[in-house]
Every structure is written in structure tokens, then in C-alpha cells.
């Protein structure tokens, strides 16, 4: 027996419910690719989610004409785009299993055991919340495109290690963890929804791992390298800001958040974006200061930050490190 066979061959007379989200926005091609990647699934009992996000009226035909006689295969169908974190939302509250699979679609699964390999970890262990894949790049094979974790984990050989968050394009996720924990928040749209859930998992006890034969194979990037826009900087300028102060920054924090999204900004000629991002963070925290939920699902204890401050490798990082991790150069579109 494998090492992957000893995750999965649990009980394969009854296999565990899953379900898995895609979204879809005028790719249909990608979406579909992405489709049977889910239906090839085994040893689970899968059910395939798919949100479109206002499609056109071709790129919609086209998807329907694919899932039309799948009965495994359930597409929602909205009339606009209403961005990453509120159509993952929409799509993981469509189902009732207790495990989400989320899946970008341009992506697909390295292999057809992988979703069970990440359901028998999460049967296995009560403590975890959810389960980050590695993203690996189609036409290189390289990681580092999508690497969001300790750079010292990237060339190991260690077969899992705890992180503080995961990414969209392939992960997994327990339901009850989800569901306590509030979803994603829609306001983010796109960037940074991810550490915001997990962060609020992590606050309700759980803890989240990254395990190395978990994977998704990820459409190639242009030299291999997630490029930056006036949009994408303006989203992580905003996001960030946001995030920070719902989990305790403060106004202090929030300056400092300013400062170094201004100074990077103007280093990369994307002063624009950064207005933008600093205007419309501002605008969400107070919003956040103002509304009525619950906002103790954002209050770390110092034993968390702690915890998430060692997991990242980020404890001891003196003041120079930081600016210059800060004050990068972005890839150019």
C-alpha cells in the first residue's frame, strides 16, 4: 500500500460526502476542464457547485450545454459579478456536506484521489478547520508563483506543516469550521478573503495545515509570474488595510499600513491605486466600527497572534526587514 493509498482507503463501501464550488466568469472552456477534473473524483461521494457570475448569453449556453444531464453537476446562475468571496459564499451554501472543496477553474486536480486524500485528513483529525493545497504552476512546475507561505517551507521535503491561511485555487475546508466562522467576508471582492476566514477559523480553535501531495495544477502564468494592475494593487491596498483593523490594528496600524502601501505604490507608478485602496480601506473600517456583527469573531488573544506571528516565521523580523519585504518591486503587466 502507497503512502497515498493509506489516506484513502479508509471505508470505500461508504464514502464520504463532498462538496466542491467552482465560479465561473465567461470561461467556459476553463470552468468545464475544471468540471471533470471534480467529476473524476473517487472514493468520495461528490457534488459539484458551479456559481456563474453573469456570463455572457454564449459563454452561458455553453456551460449549461456540458452540465445539462449531469446530475452530480449543479450550476447557480447569477446577473452579475459579485466577486470571489460572496460567490464562494454562494456556492458552499448551496451544499450540506461536511467538507468543501474549493477549486479555481483554471485549475484542476493533480490527480483523481487527491479530494479523498484531503477528506481522510480532515475525517482523521477533529482539530483541523481546513486544508491548503499546493498550486502548481502548468506549464513550469514551479510553486513559487503562488507560494503565501514561509519561504523556508518551499524547497522541504516535510509532508505537512501548519499554516495561517490558504489559497483559493485549490483548498479544503470543514463545514462546521466555515459556517462558525461566518463565511467569507463579501465586502473584500477579490484578495485577502482567504486569510480573513482562516484567521477566524484559527480564533475558534481549529488549526489548518498544508499537506504536499494535496495539489492543483494551475493555468501558466505569463513568465510563470502573477502580474500586477492598477486593480489587483488597489484591491490589496484596500483589503489589507481592512483586514487588519478587524483584527486589531488600530489607528496606529492603520497608519502604518498607509504609509508602506504609499511608499510601495510610488515605487511601482501605482499611486493611483494606492488613493484608491487607502480611501476605500478607510471607508470599510469605519463601516465595520459602525455594524452590528459580531465583531469578537476578529479579537485574537495574544497567544493566537503569537501563534500566527511564529507560524508565519515572522517573529523577530526587525524594522529594516520589513521595509524592504514592503517596499518590493511588483511584476509589471
Given amino acids: 500500500m ?18 466542491i464550488i467552482i465560479l465561473d466568469w465567461n470561461r467556459p472552456d476553463s470552468t468545464i476542464a475544471a468540471i471533470r477534473s471534480a467529476l473524476e473524483q473517487s472514493s468520495v461521494q461528490r457534488t459539484v457547485w458551479v456559481v456563474d457570475q453573469g456570463s455572457t448569453r454564449a459563454n452561458r449556453a455553453k456551460l449549461a450545454a456540458f452540465c445539462n444531464g449531469r446530475p452530480d453537476v449543479h450550476v447557480h446562475w447569477l446577473g452579475r459579478n459579485v466577486g ?20 479555481d477553474n483554471d485549475a484542476l486536480f493533480s490527480d483523481s484521489e487527491c479530494v479523498a486524500r484531503a477528506v481522510a485528513r480532515l475525517e482523521g483529525a477533529p482539530q483541523l478547520g481546513g486544508l491548503a493545497f499546493r ?57 485577502g478573503e482567504e486569510r480573513d476566514l482562516a484567521w477566524r477559523i484559527l480564533n475558534l480553535g481549529y488549526r489548518l495545515r498544508l499537506y504536499r501531495d494535496l495539489s492543483v495544477i494551475h493555468a501558466s502564468t505569463p513568465n510563470s509570474k502573477i502580474r500586477w494592475s492598477e486593480d489587483r494593487y488597489y484591491f490589496l491596498v484596500r ?22 502601501f504609499g511608499l510601495r505604490g510610488l515605487r511601482n507608478g501605482l499611486c493611483k491605486a ?8 478607510l471607508a470599510l473600517s469605519l463601516g465595520f466600527n459602525l455594524s452590528r456583527q459580531d ?19 515572522k517573529t523577530g523580523e526587525t524594522s529594516l526587514q520589513k521595509l524592504r519585504r514592503q517596499l518590493s518591486v511588483l511584476p509589471k503587466v
Avoid: M
Avoid at 166 to 185: K, N, S, T
Fill in 135 to 191: 498550486i502548481v504552476d502548468a506549464g513550469t512546475g514551479s510553486e513559487e508563483p503562488y507560494w503565501d507561505y514561509p519561504a523556508a517551507h518551499l524547497h522541504t521535503q516535510q509532508p505537512w506543516f501548519e499554516v495561517t491561511r490558504f489559497l483559493g485555487g485549490g483548498h479544503a475546508l470543514r463545514r462546521a469550521a466555515f459556517e462558525r466562522a461566518g463565511g467569507y467576508d463579501a465586502e473584500l471582492f477579490f484578495g
Fill in 2 to 19: 502507497t503512502q497515498h493509498q493509506s489516506h484513502v482507503l479508509r471505508n470505500p463501501e461508504r464514502p464520504v460526502h463532498v462538496d
Fill in 84 to 103: 470571489v468571496a460572496e460567490g464562494r459564499n454562494i456556492a458552499s451554501r448551496l451544499g450540506s456536506a461536511p467538507y468543501i472543496i474549493g477549486l
Fill in 239 to 260: 483589503n489589507s488595510l481592512y483586514i487588519n483593523h478587524k483584527f486589531g490594528a488600530g489607528a496606529t496600524g492603520f497608519l502604518r499600513g498607509v504609509v508602506s
Fill in 295 to 313: 465583531h469578537s469573531r476578529y479579537e485574537l488573544s495574544p497567544e493566537l497572534q503569537r501563534y500566527i506571528a511564529d507560524t508565519d516565521q
Fill in 274 to 281: 494606492t488613493l484608491r485602496g487607502i480611501g476605500e480601506g
